[in-house]
Structure formats: structure tokens, C-alpha cells
């Protein structure tokens, strides 16, 4: 018996039992970090703020005039959002605005426009813009927390605006227009004619890129705060220009986000998987359990070690040895007692004799085990030294069928036969012969008794 690997497979029996209570417990009560279903993932939001026809990233108006942010007039915007959060890190959301983007010449000193509507402003009428838009979580303030109140995000995507611009000659954006394509929109040809169509707005596609932050104030609301800058690749998102200019606009915006589902699961929008894991090896709860667990192996530990000392080293622990201080190399049964053998055969040819113990074998085996060696190279020797004959008598104990035991016995004493050809002795001087279950040297209703049955007998 290896207690070697008895020793390895308690421990690992008990860690496994260790944590498949810990795997219950987290399923009654999610503590860690797990796949998407342990969260609410969808949210929907209200938003509004205000426009410029302008980005930070610089850039002229459609007047021809260098702007910098917030230098031109400001429009109203508001919106609705619609999101689904894959992962910590990502989402997809669904945008739709609408609002006013407003822009006048500052050169009130200059002429106004080079064209023929003669305009210094004007605005252009978002009616409606939806874009899907990846969201994209850049982390949060504090790292060291399960489930953070602040996170940043940056958020790219692609959509469609329906807009009309209508131009003024005069920079307060009242009376006097001078450019309205309201109704013709469609199959407008550019340049000096009049458009053919006999639409409201003129679509237009847009990317919008920006940033922003969001601030749980509850479990169920949030505080959205951010800057998206909008960039087409319309020259008439203002109306006609006297430049070559494709329309662009931000807008600034703040708004309320609510987390729809079960209040009992945590946000996915505010979790953050690293700092979850560090939070649970800080849960006292869960160093209790850890420490339990040590204690628990290192008793089950000291348990298996007791099991296998074996001072007299017979391979039978001291606690199940009923026969203490056996010599080493001693074959013993499974109490730790020696097995007693019937009294050897002797063999003889005359001249030279010698005593041989029964080879014996494993349950169900014809194969020879290797302490057999020693013993066989000696019989073979003598054989071969003296041109003797030699009987051998194979047996098995009393497991299985009669048959059965006649054959596995025949082939125990072949298997000894063998060993003994190998080594040089001629096949003729032997006789090998199977007797299965009969002239048992021991009871066949205890394993000791068994283990001596299963033998080969060597005879003159």
C-alpha cells in the first residue's frame, strides 16, 4: 500500500471539498467577478446641453473666420440614450438627439459671406440624429474598491442627421433670411441652381467622437457628464459657404443614466473585476474561511501522516501492525505478521541438494514477481550444474471458477518453466503441471491463507 499517494489524494480531497462549499455559497451570493448574468447590463438615459459649430481640435467656421471653442453662438441639444454593457471594459449604445447648431461672421467689419445670399449667420435645425456608438470604459478613481462610484469613458460611432441650416443677413438669427431650402431638399444640384427635391431636411452622415464621465449617485441612477465632437462630410450643414467646408459641431451635455433590472445584482457599468478580486482576498469573511481550511489540512495532514509510519518498515502502518518489530524484508499479510510458508522441498540429485521455497504469486497473476529471481538463478544453477530434473507444481487460491483456477495454476508453472529454460536449463528436466485449486497448504477463507495458495511448488 503506497501511503504516499494516500496522503496526496486525502489533501486533495479535502481542498476540493473546501472549495466546492466556497463555489455554494458564491452562487447563493455573488462576491466575485463572473460572466454577464451576475449583473444588469442594460440602461437608458436622458440628456441635454448645449452646441457650438466648432471642436476643440480647432478649425475655421463656414463663414471663413478662426474660431476656438466656445467663441461662437450656442445651441440647444438634447437627446435619449439606450445602452447594452458587455463587459467591464465595453458596450453598444444607441444615441438619438436633436437641437440647433447656431454660427455668425465675427468680422462685423468685413463683408459678410462671398456669395450671392449675402449672410452673416445662421442655424441649422437638427431635427433628428441617431448614431450607435461603441462605449468603451477607460477605468475608474479608485481601483482598490468592489464597485466604484466614478467611471470615465470614451465613445466613437457612426449615424444619420436630418437637418435643414437657415442663413440670416444679420448675426441675431431673427427675420431677414436669406437662405431656406425647406421643402426642396432631395435631388439638390449644387452650385448656382436651385435644388429639384421636395424634402424638409437633407440627411447627412456623421461620426461622433467623444468623452465624458459618469458618477453613481444611486443603485439605479447615475450622473452622465460629457463632449462629443460630430464631423461630417457635408459642405452644406450650414448652408452655402464661401469655403470649401465640411460641417463639424460639438456639443456639451449632462444627463441622468438608469440601470434597468433587478436592484439585487450589482451595475456591470461601475464593477471592476481586478478590484473586486483584491476586495475579496481583503474580506474578512473569506480570510476566516481560508484559515479554516489551513487548519482543517494541516490536521488531516498530521492525520495521514500517523497512518503511514511504519517503523518496522514491512510496509504495514504502525497503527494497523499487529506484529510490531518484524524484520526488514520479511513478507508479511495485511496486519504486518509474517505469512508462514509450508516447509520447503528438497531437492536432490545425489551429489548436491538444496532447499527451495514455493514461488509465489499476485491475485489473478502467472506473472513472476521479482524477488522470484534470486531464488530461480539458484535452482536453475544447480540444475544445469548437476543435469537434474525438477517437477513444478502450480496452484491458485480459491477466487472464481475451477477451470479458471486450472489454467491460471498451469500457467504459473509454465511461467516458472520459462524463467528456468531462459537461464540455461533444459527443457526436457522439467515438468511443469497446473493443479488449480487443489492441495491448498492454507484455509482459502482468509486472505493469508490465499496468498500462500497461489504458488508454485518446485519438486524432485
Not at 50 to 77: A, D, R
Not at 271 to 285: C, F, G, I, Q, R
Not at 387 to 407: C, K, P
Request: hydrophobic fraction near 35%; include cysteine; glycine fraction near 10%.
Amino acid at each position: 500500500m503506497n501511503y504516499s499517494t494516500i496522503k496526496k489524494t486525502a489533501v486533495a480531497a479535502s481542498l476540493v471539498a473546501a472549495l466546492g462549499f466556497a463555489e455554494t455559497a458564491q452562487a447563493q451570493t455573488p462576491t466575485v467577478f463572473g460572466g454577464r448574468s451576475q449583473y444588469r447590463t442594460w440602461s437608458i438615459g436622458v440628456q441635454g446641453g448645449i452646441t457650438t459649430p466648432n471642436t476643440i481640435l480647432g478649425g475655421s467656421n463656414p463663414f471663413g473666420q478662426k474660431v476656438g471653442y466656445f467663441q461662437n453662438k450656442v445651441g440647444e441639444y438634447y437627446g435619449l440614450t439606450i445602452r447594452k454593457q458587455f463587459s467591464h471594459l465595453f458596450g453598444l449604445e444607441l444615441e438619438g438627439n436633436r437641437g440647433k447648431i447656431k454660427t455668425f461672421n465675427h468680422d462685423v467689419s468685413g463683408p459678410a459671406v462671398e456669395n450671392r445670399f449675402g449672410a452673416t449667420s445662421a442655424e441649422t435645425s437638427v431635427n433628428w440624429a441617431a448614431s450607435l456608438n461603441g462605449v468603451f470604459q477607460l477605468g475608474t478613481i479608485d481601483f482598490m474598491r468592489r464597485e466604484n462610484a466614478v467611471n470615465f469613458y470614451a465613445k466613437v460611432g457612426m449615424g444619420v442627421m436630418a437637418h435643414n441650416p437657415v442663413q440670416f443677413a444679420n448675426n441675431d438669427f431673427t427675420g431677414n433670411e436669406v437662405y431656406n431650402n425647406e421643402g426642396k431638399w432631395g435631388e439638390e444640384i449644387f452650385g448656382d441652381r436651385e435644388a429639384t427635391g421636395d424634402k424638409d431636411n437633407r440627411l447627412t452622415g456623421y461620426i461622433p467622437v467623444g468623452v465624458g464621465v459618469k458618477f453613481k449617485l444611486s443603485e439605479v441612477v447615475a450622473l452622465n457628464l460629457g463632449y462629443t465632437m460630430n464631423f461630417t462630410d457635408d459642405n452644406l450643414l450650414y448652408g452655402p459657404a464661401r469655403m470649401d467646408y465640411k460641417g463639424k459641431f460639438s456639443n456639451v451635455y449632462g444627463g441622468l443614466e438608469f440601470t434597468l433590472g433587478s436592484r439585487d445584482k450589482e451595475s456591470l457599468t461601475f464593477t471592476n473585476p481586478v478590484a473586486t478580486l483584491y476586495d475579496e482576498l481583503k474580506d474578512p469573511s473569506l480570510r476566516n474561511e481560508v484559515e479554516a481550511l489551513k487548519q482543517r489540512v494541516s490536521t488531516l495532514e498530521g492525520t495521514v501522516d500517523q497512518l503511514s509510519q511504519d517503523s518496522d518498515g514491512d510496509g504495514v502502518s504502525d497503527k494497523f501492525d499487529k506484529c510490531p518489530e518484524t524484520p526488514a524484508g520479511t513478507v508479511v499479510d495485511g496486519s504486518g505478521c509474517p505469512i508462514k510458508f509450508p516447509e520447503p522441498q528438497q531437492l536432490t540429485d545425489g551429489t548436491a541438494s538444496a532447499y527451495y521455497a514455493p514461488i509465489q504469486f499476485e491475485f489473478d497473476s502467472s506473472v513472476l514477481k521479482t524477488e522470484s529471481y534470486s531464488t530461480l538463478d539458484k535452482l536453475a544453477k544447480e540444475l544445469k550444474d548437476n543435469n537434474a530434473s525438477v517437477t513444478l507444481d502450480g496452484y491458485a487460491s480459491a477466487e472464481g471458477t475451477e477451470a479458471y483456477n486450472l489454467n491460471l495454476s498451469n500457467d504459473r508453472a509454465n511461467a516458472v518453466k520459462q524463467y528456468l529454460v531462459n537461464a540455461g536449463v533444459a527443457a526436457s528436466n522439467i515438468t511443469a503441471t497446473g493443479y488449480g485449486e487443489e492441495n491448498p497448504v492454507a484455509s482459502n477463507d482468509t486472505e493469508e491463507g490465499r496468498v500462500q495458495n497461489r504458488r508454485v511448488e518446485i519438486k524432485k
